[in-house]
């Protein structure tokens, strides 16, 4: 791969337009989001989580409900897979500055893991990416985590094959990290259908939404990869998936599904409408039973 220039910086291209510009308000607004959530924490760490990228005024509540569940909880490295609306990478792109920057501050990239990945499966080296889907997720992860390296990853890929190749190589990445990626975050970065009726968006998202809540991968890929979904992150939503599954991961908690029309009150037919969905992907761990109870045993659980 290109050598990265120490010290340079992927500066925010969005802070101030799709999200608060000023860090004050920046932190106040997340930090508001994340208080309205009213569920609880899934009972085991996430391995991934499903995020959306619009807006905050539009999706940022949605996105309040995912990284929740980051609370109390560290974390060293996250890896989070977004769709390209502006560059065609096939399979993947990853940015070779030294961190990404928004008005919370600089995230530094995690090269060793980057390189480690790289070994795996091909990433076009970029510099100065314009990618929203990136990082509107940023500011919700350093006001959770506070301190972590990142993995970025911008996907052009249609593929499920390489959807496949691509979470097979996360997974073994992982695996191989130090610490067997205990301390590894995977989001996927996507909007839900994007449909100028609100109606067409509700009976769309509620099939995808379904097989999501089920971890039904194959039900999922037929419908993510139909001719006519436009859920823009389906490659990043199957990669995520399939990557936590290898990691040991047995369930998903959908956490908040709406769309643009529900947030703005725009209802009417032909209104273009975006579905926004949450979910979180775990390793579901049962509660130990107490002494002499059936099934229960010394140990606990294995």
Do not use: N
Not at 31 to 55: K, N, T
Not at 185 to 192: E, H, N
């Amino acid at each position: 791969m290109s050598a990265v220039v120490p010290g340079t910086v992927r500066h925010s291209q969005f802070a101030g337009s799709w999200y608060p510009g000023d860090a004050q308000a920046l932190k106040r607004t997340v930090e508001d989001y994340v208080a309205r959530v009213d569920q609880p924490l899934v009972p085991d760490r996430p391995l991934g989580l499903i995020s959306p990228h619009a807006g905050y005024v539009y999706s940022g509540q949605t996105a309040a409900y995912a990284y929740r569940q980051l609370e109390g909880r560290s974390l060293s490295t996250v890896v989070i897979l977004a769709p390209s609306h502006r560059a065609w990478f096939d399979p993947c792109a990853v940015s070779m500055e030294a961190a990404y920057e928004t008005p919370l501050g600089r995230v530094p990239i995690d090269r060793d893991w980057v390189e480690a990945l790289s070994g795996r499966v091909p990433l076009q080296p970029i510099r100065g990416d314009a990618e929203h889907a990136l990082e509107i997720q940023l500011p919700f992860l350093q006001i959770m985590l506070g301190s972590f390296k990142l993995v970025p990853l911008l996907v052009s890929a249609e593929d499920p094959d390489k959807a496949r190749q691509l979470a097979h190589a996360l997974s073994e990445t992982a695996s191989q990290a130090p610490g067997a990626g205990r301390d590894l975050l995977l989001v996927a970065s996507s909007d839900m259908h994007h449909i100028a009726d609100y109606d067409e968006v509700l009976r769309r998202d509620e099939p995808v939404v379904d097989a999501v809540a089920a971890y039904d991968l194959p039900a999922l890929t037929r419908l993510l990869m139909d001719r006519h979904s436009s859920v823009c992150g389906r490659i990043p939503i199957l990669v995520v998936m399939e990557a936590c599954k290898l990691l040991g991961a047995d369930s998903v908690r959908v956490l908040h599904h709406t769309t643009s029309g529900d947030v703005t009150g725009q209802r009417r037919a032909g209104e273009y409408t975006v579905g926004y969905m949450a979910a979180a992907v775990f390793r579901h761990t049962p509660p130990s039973l107490p002494a002499g109870q059936p099934g229960a045993t010394d140990a606990g659980p294995a």
